[in-house]
DNA sequence: AAATAATCGAGACGGTACGTCTCGTCTTTAC
DNA sequence: GTAAAGACGAGACGTACCGTCTCGATTATTT
């Protein structure tokens, strides 16, 4: 790696790292660009240079965090492995910095077609096919109805999750989650 | 009704109704205050003194079209009436100037509190209030197990809606609808 | 006086003394028709039907205080007379509330003709006449040489102190009246 | 001069051509620092940026105008040339665009500090100087009384010009400059 | 005493400007 | 030759006053 990319790398690090630091003191969303730059004793030209606007920042910052806490777990036991799998999601959008981070960045999304279809792309659609394909081998192996919509289950077990987070604020507990899947499950089962 | 709150009420709605105006042509999230009192022909005062952000506008804007197109169908099928009131919600969230409208508000909610309390006061609780009032009427008439959790069920039915609506963005179909309504009930019919 | 006169005049007064409350404690500059309005507990309407701008409001309230305050002395010693009254004039120019009063309405009148003439008729012609009446008293006298423009002599003893009160910003003490009033004299003298 | 410092340049230039051009259209006290942005088709910022106060750019458009206007002539008749710097002076302040806008700005010095010690530090103080080096000129000659105050013969030669400039709003004519100067001559003349 | 008229406080209203902030682009300077 | 630093035009922010206006509630005068 040249010293060039070497240096480059460190900006866009430390740029995301301000992002990160401003955003948990001052709310994602009052936040700019100017203001990151300024904090981070880079150009704003830098900024731009690698981000086209403020959410494609703040989706790559949110990954840069959590790309990896998503993997899922594999004991054999897809329905234990699923509520495992989505109790460290419901964790994550829980804490800071993901949380809020998380949710300035799908208000975001909501009147920037760009940043939607990124968020999409890169942290929304391989959740959802990680939890399909799961669903596809617990059905291989009988545990689950044969006629029963894989997407659709999926978007039973995710909606509920975000209609919580985005619109009745309620805390995202085990325990709802666990509500959640037990009742899927129920109409889910073979019959 | 005196000529004061006569003229006052004059200025609400003109202010209302150029905000959706505008909103159309320009795109909620682009529009300023400040354009909305030019267009409507007002002082910026006389919209802060109405409301105090953006958001709040925006919802009593949004209030103002729809206050009354949410009531629920009462035909005593219970199960048809559910699926006649959310395929009219979807429908309503699918069109604009709803649609849109609805999204900025949901993303102006996850960064102003105050909004948020007020959405969910005035649009989202009502809603989830009127669907919960039904499915009791339909647990005591033995059309539903009497141990399932009627707001799980209610977030099962809303959730997959607004994942839709917010995250992957694919549209409401009245078929999307009857297939989350049909896994609920095929979960929840008595045993 | 009929008791609606007395309560118009009540309310003159309230509105003047509020008018020097205010600018001793925010500056004459700084302090609106609105302010002095609200501070008084009156409507603005009872403030623009008496006076046409803050200028009107300014001089009348600086008149309200030191109307009679500018009568000369008559000891018989006219270039006593003089002397003691012009030590009056710069006493009051010094002192607040009138100096920053004076001050701020000269300023005003720059760019009100209003205020101007106003200020002209009702404070300064009628020092000046006072001044050149005495100075013409003295020439009657003999101790004035007869050949000498009286309104030459006031303009040599008033624009000095001007000067100092207006752009020096010196302070005005009896030592500089006399040095100038010595001056005057000597030119002014009988040969 | 570098090409920053040209672009600098040009705006500055630019924002006081303008100044000078509104404030003979619209009256120097009307106008507005949005109203100068505007028309000199420059960002509000960019004049904030040069100068803290509407007072500040009124008193360097001032100073771009006339800056080397009132240097003295030397022809060796100290007398003469008083008379004709003098002449000089009220001529200037009799003629837009300099005496209007020196109006205002002594208006404004009046509650803007700053202004005022910028005045006399720039404007008023040189003059007075250089008026005070003469006066000595003239008394080492033996022209003068070697025992007369020059500050003071400065300041009667000054006060009743500005007196009828801001005060009385009489013409500054030749004739009253000369009578002016005459009584002082008569009066501090060698004995 | 009732009717009429004037005055008041309160404050809404359309405007305009304030001085600050951020946007995204463009220049210049320094390493 | 790549950045930092930040100037730039644009324009919105939310606030303050302007001077005009409308409103009911007192007062005062007239009948």
Redesign the interface.
């Known amino acids: 790696m040249t010293s060039t990319s070497r240096r480059g790398h460190d900006r866009t690090e430390a740029i995301m790292r301000t992002m990160l630091e401003l955003g948990r003191e001052t709310?994602?969303?009052?936040l700019s660009i100017e203001a990151v730059a300024r904090r981070a004793g880079v150009g704003k030209h830098t900024v731009y240079r690698r981000w086209t606007s403020k959410g494609a920042l703040l989706l790559d910052s949110l990954l840069s965090l959590h790309r990896h806490d998503l993997d899922y777990p594999d004991t054999g036991d897809v329905r234990a492995d699923l509520r495992a799998q989505i109790h460290r999601v419901a964790d994550l959008m829980t804490a800071p910095p993901f949380g809020p981070l998380f949710?300035?960045l799908?208000?975001?999304?909501?009147?920037d077609p760009d940043v939607?279809t990124a968020l999409?792309a890169q942290f929304?659609r391989p959740q959802e096919e990680r939890t399909v394909a799961r669903l596809n081998t617990a059905r291989d192996r009988g545990e689950l109805s044969p006629d029963?919509?894989l997407d659709?289950?999926m978007?039973?077990l995710?909606?509920?999750?975000?209609?919580?987070f985005?619109?009745?604020?309620e805390p995202l507990t085990h325990e709802y989650v666990d509500?959640?899947l037990d009742?899927?499950f129920?109409?889910?089962g073979p019959r």
């Not at 995710?158 to 919580?164: A, E, H, Q, V, W």
């Not at 985005?166 to 604020?169: M, S, V």
Request: zero cysteines; proline letters at 3%; charged letters at 15%.
């Open positions: 709310g994602y969303a009052r949710r300035a799908v208000a975001e999304a909501q009147h939607a999409h929304t029963f919509d659709l289950a978007a039973i995710s909606g509920p999750l975000y209609f919580r985005l619109i009745t604020r509500q959640v009742a899927l129920a109409g889910m």
